[in-house]
């Protein structure tokens, strides 16, 4: 079947099976390999990516449902080389070591900052709970989206 | 990789649409909503339907709104919006207590209520909570409509009423009579964040003039199907709600389970829990009941 789906802002069209994960239609159809592909069981968050703004786990939702929607992934943060604030946020606190997580930690950062800018440690680390880090022990994540928060306000003042 | 075997799929835009589609192609055809039930089962081959029905257009299927003296919960409400509505919160606050604890919150983006209530699973927090609501469920099909209660409604472990070319439209929670005071809660133990429940209690209380005039209790998690705890209710029907009628209740609960023992824990323990969660939900429902008096 034919698919067109907005990722990152382009339309993109591809003919794939239906039974193709979104997860897979970014990875191997588009070959936008920043989303990671973790447990497959919608459990560990390496995967998640922004469909209409909102968090969402792309390796339990079939890329032929996003057909219409748009898709926000990892790549989309980054512009002309200026990091976003939640993936300075990592750099600056150290909040990754590996890096297999991240994608989907950075993603769901931002959209938590999106809805609410100045959320509570409580409140980050509720946003984060569908999302597994084996190294950081979290409190590093957490400090960086706090980071960002900060960031992005202090920036909104100076606008 | 897990990728689900092929199937065709399309997109319904009306609910007749879906029924329809359901009745032109047969046993082989499934609805798909949220798809966090469904797609990790097709991944598993658990299920291996031919074609899926898409019906995440169906936005007049998303809805809570109170009508006709009930509270009416759209099929494809999702998990996110049943924890953020005030109207439930303020009406049946259980919702609240079990959307907090049900999966994660990128996880309650997607999966909706009548997935939910349709994969029948018994450690979904969602069937205890809306049995202990009473809740009536509305399946459309062949241009008739019907309600069925919660028991009639969970035919077995992952087997429901609804027949083949039918859709779950709506879930109805009956709001109390005039000078009821009523009260609810949710209490789930699991073993780490977003987990399936260990054990789960819900319980709902109608108070009038002291005493309980109903109740609902039920259980997630400790037996094949959904608990519901009739046993508990009758004896909650007409007595003032105190601490050793709900140590009571607590005991039928561990009695009246039958959990298995698992990586969540053996058997005695569950029974021990459900009887602990039986009893701090029914204390919590009477403190909403009763505005923080009891």
């Known amino acids: 079947m034919n698919v067109s789906i ?31 592909w973790g447990c497959d069981t919608s459990n560990c968050g390496a995967c998640v990516v922004l469909m209409d703004g909102k968090p969402v786990k792309s390796c339990t939702i079939l890329a032929a449902m996003c057909e219409g929607h748009e898709i926000r992934t990892v790549e989309s943060l980054e512009v002309d080389g200026r990091l976003d604030p939640v993936q300075q946020g990592f750099y600056e606190r150290h909040a990754l070591q590996c890096g297999f997580c991240t994608p989907g930690m950075l993603m769901t950062a931002r959209a938590l900052l999106d809805e609410n800018p100045d959320p509570t440690e409580h409140e980050i680390r509720t946003a984060i709970s569908g999302a597994i880090c084996r190294c950081t022990g979290y409190k590093n994540i957490v400090s960086a989206v706090r980071w960002a928060a900060e960031h992005e306000a202090a920036t909104r003042q100076e606008a | 990789m897990q990728t689900p075997a092929p199937f065709a799929y399309e997109r319904a835009t009306s609910v007749d649409g879906a029924i329809e589609a359901l009745a032109r192609l047969g046993g082989d055809a499934r609805i798909i909503a949220g798809g966090h039930s469904l797609l990790p089962m097709m991944k598993l081959r658990l299920a291996a339907p031919e074609h899926l029905i898409d019906i995440n257009d169906l936005t007049e299927l998303a809805y809570i709104r109170e009508e006709d003296g009930e509270i009416r919960i759209g099929a494809l409400t999702r998990h996110v919006d049943l924890l953020e509505s005030e109207l439930l919160a303020r009406r049946f606050p259980l919702f609240r207590d079990a959307e907090t604890v049900i999966a994660d919150p990128v996880v309650r983006n997607r999966g909706t209520i009548g997935g939910s209530l349709c994969q029948a699973d018994a450690a979904e927090d969602l069937s205890a909570v809306c049995s202990a609501a009473k809740a009536q469920v509305v399946i459309r099909g062949g241009g008739e409509e019907r309600m069925v209660g919660m028991d009639s409604f969970h035919v077995g472990p992952y087997v429901t009423a609804v027949d083949q070319s039918e859709l779950v439209t709506e879930v109805r929670l009956p709001l109390p009579a005039g000078g009821l005071a009523s009260g609810s809660a949710h209490e789930k133990v699991e073993r780490r964040a977003g987990d399936w429940a260990i054990a789960a209690a819900s319980a709902a209380l109608w108070i009038e003039e002291g005493r309980i005039a109903d109740a609902g209790v039920a259980l997630s998690a400790v037996a094949p199907t959904t608990v519901h705890l009739e046993r508990a209710e009758a004896l909650l029907r007409g007595q003032p ?29 569950k029974r021990h829990l459900v009887g602990v969660l039986t009893r701090r939900a029914l204390r919590r429902a009477t403190e909403r009941a009763l505005g923080g008096t009891a």
């Open chain 1, 6 to 36: 907005t990722v990152n802002g382009e339309p993109r069209a591809a003919e794939i099976e239906p039974r193709q994960l979104l997860v897979h239609f970014l990875r191997e159809t588009l070959d936008l390999t920043g989303t990671h």
């Open chain 2, 241 to 269: 709600p105190s601490e050793a009628l709900f140590a009571e209740a607590g005991e039928i609960a561990s009695a009246d389970c039958s959990p298995s023992a698992d990586g969540r824990g053996p058997v005695d323990y």
